[in-house]
């Protein structure tokens, strides 16, 4: 099978996957232990507020991690299919011992086609000098863990629980469908045929199939 045919599943599987996941993130006992964060100076002040803590760290830290660590989509995706465990401990950070790789991705190419029924709205894009697709959530739907896990400097033991752990990543979610999702055309169709540059992130959840959270999506001619 080839490589875009492998990444191309439905957006509804894509979706399912992700939600299933995300209900997971409420397990403890699952994360990678780090010392240390923002989150624990907000808990000791009060009541821990995810909202806050996403806007003291969005552009401190969120937006620098991603234009610093993020890997060209070629030379990701050519990693992950040649070994994708290597690919893992070489590009990716996981939030727990066994779970999946998530990855800060960039990229660009040109939009080939627009799901605008589905929630997450995905944007298929043929990466430019390349036969490889991926997909981009366009959409206010966004669910999963991605970009909270990607970034590699927000752990589970940063959090006084799981539910507030869980928070943070859909506050993250929140502030791309303002900071990035808000600016694009509100007729989907116009993004067919377009150029596009992005920066995001996306988790290994289904084998062979690349979802992008965008950080950055510049839509040119």
Not at 132 to 141: A, E, K
Request: proline share 5%; charged share 20%.
């Amino acid at each position: 099978m080839s490589r875009p045919a492998r990444r191309l599943l439905t957006a509804a599987t894509v979706v399912a996957v992700l939600v299933l996941t995300g209900a997971c993130s409420h397990v403890p006992g699952i994360y990678t232990i780090e010392s240390g964060s923002d989150a624990q100076a907000a808990a000791g002040r009060g009541t821990f507020d995810p909202a806050v803590y996403v806007d003291q760290v969005w552009d401190s830290k969120v937006l620098p991690a991603v234009q610093d660590q993020a890997v060209d989509a070629n030379t990701l995706l050519a990693a992950i299919d040649a070994d994708p465990d290597a690919a893992g401990e070489q590009y990716g950070h996981r939030a727990g011992v066994g779970g999946a790789f998530s990855y800060l991705i960039k990229g660009s190419g040109t939009v080939t086609a627009v799901d605008a029924d589905s929630p997450s709205r995905p944007l298929t894009v043929r990466l430019e000098g390349t036969t490889d697709d991926v997909s981009i959530g366009t959409g206010q739907v966004i669910a999963g863990t991605a970009l909270r896990d990607a970034v590699g400097f927000i752990g589970f033991s940063d959090f006084a629980n799981q539910l507030d752990y869980a928070d943070v990543a859909t506050r993250l979610n929140d502030r791309v469908r303002t900071d990035v999702l808000a600016r694009l055309p509100d007729d989907p169709a116009d993004l067919e045929g377009a150029e596009v540059s992005f920066s995001g992130a996306f988790s290994s959840l289904v084998p062979g199939t690349v979802m992008i959270v965008p950080v950055s999506l510049e839509v040119g001619a």
